[in-house]
């Protein structure tokens, strides 16, 4: 079955303690994403890839990290959370280059920084 | 002013009712996607459009290129299809510019 899939799908962390969100497909996509969602804000993108080890900032990539060693995974990493960075976060995949076809989500991560 | 923008908002209706949300938009794109995001959260792709109208069940897509403009219709809508829905552009970056959503609430 082709999925993106995502974990943790729940978090709660403290201030200042390095996190990771796990994110990887079984489509052989090129591209990959990764977006915040916050309520009356629409999906914003973080970072994205367009192929292993090329990565290119989003539209709020501050106080986030990302890498692509390998095709299929494109892990979020949280040097150093902050409150501001309580939110709901999608990674996505598709193939890349071109009008591309479809869209495939993860199920989202819920973290919540106190 | 957003490059992507839907309407409306919100919407609710009555079992039944043909349902249209619209999406607009300023850029020049290569393509248009419409997406669904369920309470629950996940999202899910629904079509992707270069030109013209698809269809899949009782969800129907058009798009005007020349007036920038997407219609998603649902027919006979049921209180299942309560949801966001979100329109996309892809750039001629292939970069993906999103809307806002509608959230739209489909009372039995």
């Not at chain 1, 403290?14 to 489509?27: A, D, E, R, W, Y």
């Not at chain 2, 959260?41 to 798009?63: D, E, Q, Y």
Request: charged residues 20%; proline residues 5%.
């Amino acid at each position: 079955e082709a999925q993106v899939t995502q974990n943790p799908r729940y978090l709660i962390t403290v201030t200042g303690k390095k996190l990771t969100v796990t994110c990887s497909q079984n489509m052989n996509h090129e591209y990959m994403s990764w977006y915040r969602q916050d309520p009356g804000l629409g999906l914003r993108q973080i970072y994205y890839s367009m192929n292993v080890e090329v990565t290119d900032k989003g539209d709020v990539p501050e106080g986030y990290k990302v890498s692509r060693k390998e095709k299929r995974n494109f892990p979020l990493i949280l040097e150093s959370p902050s409150p501001n960075q309580t939110s709901l976060y999608f990674c996505a995949s598709r193939l890349a280059g071109g009008i591309t076809g479809e869209l495939f989500f993860g199920e989202g991560s819920r973290l919540t920084v106190l | 002013k957003n490059e992507v923008e839907q309407s409306p908002q919100n919407l609710t209706a009555q079992e039944g009712e043909f349902i249209t949300i619209n999406c607009s938009y300023s850029v020049g794109i290569s393509a248009l996607h419409w997406l669904q995001q369920h309470p629950g959260g996940g999202i899910v792709s629904l079509f992707m459009l270069s030109s013209g109208k698809k269809k899949h069940g009782r969800l129907i897509a058009t798009i005007n290129i020349q007036e920038k403009h997407s219609s998603l219709h649902i027919t006979a809508s049921h209180p299942r299809d309560s949801a966001v829905y979100i329109c996309a552009v892809l750039d001629s970056n292939y970069q993906l510019i999103w809307g806002a959503g509608t959230k739209l609430i489909i009372k039995p």
